[in-house]
């Protein structure tokens, strides 16, 4: 540990905050002896000393929940191993219900927490009083209650991290201003402070509010938002204990937590107030700003109403603090794609107390072993684009996020902020056509087509939407006749150079070395064989390929491929998304279609499955792969972008006779689930291989490279997979599969659903989820099972198959 201001360390950890704390205690732990912490003012005063202290773990992903449970753990021993007081209570939580629609979100809940390992419980308004007796249930239809949750001081609990993190060898310095970074050809060199520079392999910016404006300094795209957060605390209200649970009252916007013998009450308003000022002001620390008593009326008045006490009970202190919210609800780790070792942790939309724990293992086992503890795809920084360096379009969305904190949990529910943003050239000819659009990383990708006399919105429910039969027919229509999909919203990329053949045979674990012409699906893994990307590669010449990925994965898969580049090769990565548009053109009658304004030959002979060809449609130059995603006969065509209205205009009309279709994305998503499809970052990823996931035909283990999780998969091979990903199906038409129902194989439970939805050529629901069994799980093993999902808290029998539902031996793929 350093008592002198180093000039040199391993990693630097940049803010005093719970964050950086905790990072700097998971490093020093984990046996890392040079790590220094800089904090610009004093230990916890940005926004980690106004926190409220509630820690919940239940998230939609495993792997977070995963990770708010190492905090959990973490909190529950810190204060004996580190001799400082936590204030940490393992009091549980609520949450109240006062709705129907309330409540099937809850018991959705409850199998969440089941497939991930929390035992969560449904309880009664009576039941519920008995835990929190000041609260008035008359609205109330249900509670549930988790009772491994807690509450935490937070300036403590920090204060114990920082303690932890000096007995372990580590060095904090206060009072120590970060003003730039040394960054040599993309590598980060040494952090450059008000006391010197600190050349350094690694370090991490955990500055909360203050994170977005560090990162511009190292030309890093941090996409936050400061935004003030309210909360009182009052005097003491009799009938409350140390032990009372954390409560939180969604319908109403608010939330509860005992402190002191009183209420810290505060709550999450459909109009939050940005904090515009820029750059933040130097001498903010340990700051609040004034009461906006207008604007808490809405919360305190609801507030009041669950809790009648608080009509008359005197306020002890008005917090008014600002923290960092981000679009989607949740905060940012990870590598910055623009700068190697150059690590952020930020963004917690008030989770900071909750994830604080968990995010520093994360980072510090990021660091240290060059990847994640686990697939972290959800709160990974390369699941934004370059358009998110906008400031204003990070506040219109970011804001948008903070006030979706109690939103109902709809299925399929779409943000709205900032829409419409990024559009396809055809674009308004499916608005013309009735598409009611999604929001997919700022496109608008056509969900569904209302037909004449239906409005193209989305009417929220947790039973069968409104869209459900109009989907349905799309889904025929690519099944019986012809579908047309605008897919424009696909990342795609050139690969070029003399060494792009062998960059990618090392990257991919499928043989990308065919002649040019010839497509290849493959996988590009980690080390231990897990799934980084999923993609598509189409080789156009000795040194050209194209590659096309998923269309929230241009960051991510981009920053893989560049990062497992050599500096010296031959080999440069574009992105061309914006210069060409996609339709997609699927059906058994796709061909006919096709050849009515296609030049060339587009038959079976001389246009293979898995070639691509450039050909011209309508006279334009068009890149066609024939290539699915939706388990019929058909063709990609990646069209220059100034001729995508041309060559849609003319497909249209030459399908006219077939009964062409315009088609969205609810349409493929029930398509791929009859053929069993999986999609990157639900149902394969980083914790799985390809091996696991039934992908094992993608891989070239005869190839004559040494590819990346080679040496994994060969390991693999040689013992029973723990996991094998299979397909089920349920009888009952009422019951609707979303993800996340639990898996039971003789009345244990094995597993979850990873995606789910309806298809509507089998008449069933289905569900892809993996099957866990720590001896092994073989064909014989699955086949032999009794299998029960748990649906909305309730289980119902189910029928496991190892093949697709739709077409098993690809008949119609290549007909």
Not at 321 to 343: H, S, Y
Not at 552 to 580: G, K, M, N, Y
Not at 675 to 696: H, S
Request: some cysteine; charged content about 25%; proline content about 5%.
């Amino acid at each position: 540990m350093a008592t002198s201001f180093p000039d040199q360390t391993r990693v630097v950890v940049i803010g005093g905050g719970i964050i950086g704390c905790s990072t700097a205690y998971h490093l020093a732990k984990a046996g890392c002896d040079e790590v220094v912490l800089l904090e610009r003012k004093k230990l916890t005063s940005g926004s980690t000393w106004h926190a409220a202290g509630v820690v919940g773990q239940l998230r939609s992903s495993a792997n977070i929940t995963r990770l708010l449970g190492h905090s959990v753990a973490l909190y529950a021993a810190l204060e004996e191993e580190t001799g400082q007081a936590t204030g940490w209570r393992a009091s549980g939580s609520l949450r109240l219900a006062c709705s129907k629609d309330r409540r099937i979100e809850y018991q959705r809940a409850i199998t969440t927490a089941r497939s991930f390992g929390l035992e969560m419980e449904l309880l009664t308004p009576a039941e519920a009083k008995g835990l929190f007796p000041v609260m008035n249930v008359d609205d109330l239809d249900c509670a549930i209650y988790l009772p491994s949750d807690g509450v935490a001081s937070p300036s403590d609990l920090t204060m114990a991290l920082a303690k932890g993190a000096r007995m372990n060898g580590a060095s904090i310095f206060e009072e120590t201003k970060v003003t730039g970074f040394n960054i040599r050809e993309g590598r980060l060199e040494g952090v450059k402070t008000d006391k010197g520079e600190i050349s350094c392999e690694a370090a991490v910016i955990a500055t909360g509010i203050w994170s977005r404006a560090l990162g511009k300094l190292a030309g890093v795209n941090i996409p936050i938002q400061p935004s003030h957060h309210h909360y009182i605390v009052t005097d003491r209200i009799e009938g409350l204990t140390p032990n009372t649970p954390a409560m939180r009252d969604p319908d109403k916007l608010t939330y509860f937590k005992e402190e002191i013998g009183g209420l810290i009450t505060g709550g999450y308003e459909f109009n939050p107030i940005p904090y515009r000022e820029s750059p933040i002001p130097e001498d903010h620390e340990f700051k609040l700003f004034p009461e906006e008593i207008e604007h808490f009326e809405q919360l305190m008045l609801p507030a009041i109403e669950r809790i009648p006490a608080l009509e008359s009970v005197g306020v002890k202190q008005w917090f008014n603090g600002l923290e960092a919210f981000t679009e989607d609800t949740m905060f940012i780790l990870g590598e910055a794609p623009e700068v190697r070792g150059l690590f952020v942790g930020c963004g917690f939309n008030s989770m900071g107390i909750a994830s604080g724990g968990g995010a520093g293992m994360a980072l510090a086992s990021w660091i240290l072993e060059g990847e994640p503890p686990y697939d972290l795809w959800a709160v990974d920084i390369r699941r934004f684009s370059d358009f998110h360096r906008s400031d204003e379009r990070v506040a219109v969305r970011a804001l948008e996020g903070q006030a979706h904190h109690y939103v109902m949990g709809w299925p399929h529910y779409e943000m709205q902020a900032g829409r419409p943003f990024r559009r396809s050239p055809v674009y308004e000819r499916l608005a013309a056509n009735r598409a009611c659009f999604g929001n997919k990383t700022g496109w608008e990708r056509p969900n569904w087509f209302a037909p004449r006399g239906v409005e193209p919105k989305d009417e929220y429910s947790f039973g069968r939407a409104n869209w459900f039969a109009h989907v349905g027919e799309e889904h025929r229509a690519a099944r019986e006749a012809v579908a047309l999909f605008d897919m424009s919203y696909f990342s795609k990329f050139a690969f070029l150079g003399r060494d792009a053949e062998a960059v990618l045979q090392r990257i991919c674990s499928g043989n990308v070395g065919k002649e040019p012409g010839r497509v290849t699906y493959t996988q590009m893994l980690n080390e231990r064989g897990g799934i980084e990307c999923d993609l598509t590669v189409a080789r156009l010449s000795e040194n050209a390929y194209y590659i096309v990925t998923g269309t929230a994965f241009a960051t991510h898969d981009s920053s893989h491929i560049r990062r497992h580049t050599p500096e010296d090769a031959d080999a440069a990565l574009i992105d061309v998304t914006s210069a060409h548009g996609t339709l997609a053109l699927m059906g058994p009658k796709a061909r006919d279609v096709l050849s009515r304004v296609a030049e060339g030959d587009i038959g079976n002979d001389g246009f293979p499955f898995g070639h691509v060809r450039e050909i011209f449609v309508a006279g334009a130059p068009v890149r066609a792969i024939r290539i699915t995603f939706v388990g019929e006969l058909g063709w990609e065509l990646h069209i220059p972008s100034e001729y995508m209205v041309t060559v849609y205009d003319a497909l249209k009309g030459a399908g006219a006779e077939f009964g062409i279709k315009d088609a969205g994305y609810r349409a493929i998503d029930s398509l791929r689930l009859e053929k069993g499809y999986r999609v990157w970052a639900a149902d394969i990823g980083p914790d799985y291989t390809p091996l696991e996931a039934g992908l094992g035909f993608t891989v070239s283990f005869k190839k004559n490279v040494d590819f990346i999780g080679r040496d994994a998969l060969v390991r693999q091979r040689e013992a029973p997979l723990t996991k094998r990903l299979a397909i089920f199906t349920v009888d009952d038409p009422e019951m609707i599969l979303l993800g996340r129902e639990t898996i039971y194989r003789e009345g244990k439970r094995v597993g979850w659903l990873t995606s789910a939805g309806h298809g509507y050529t089998v008449g069933k629901d289905i569900g892809l989820g993996y099957v866990r069994d720590d001896g092994g799980v073989t064909d014989d093993d699955l086949a032999s099972g009794n299998y029960e999902l748990e649906v909305a808290d309730r289980r119902v029998p189910a029928t496991l198959h190892l093949a697709p539902l739709y077409d098993p031996e690809n008949k119609k793929v290549r007909g």
